[in-house]
């Protein structure tokens, strides 16, 4: 995770059940860049990625990249 001011900016990475980083903390205020990538090789490995209150729902194929931008209006 990187800040710059009020831009902040999440590379996040999923495998095996797993997000890295495990614990992100933005503040109220924030403009938030969400970078996904799963480096799942197991085609049947679905995940699933949710941001409550923000309408963030995603769903990652194997290999595959998305994004994902939001401001923190909320606390």
Known sequence: ??????????NMTT?????MPEHVEIQEGDEVTWRLTSLETTQDATHGFCIGGYNVNLSLEPGEYTEVRFTADKA
Do not use: E, L, P, Q
Request: proline fraction near 0%; glycine fraction near 6%; charge should be positive.
């Open 1 to 10: 995770m990187t800040r710059d001011g009020n831009k902040v900016m999440v």
């Open 15 to 19: 495998i095996r059940s797993h997000f």
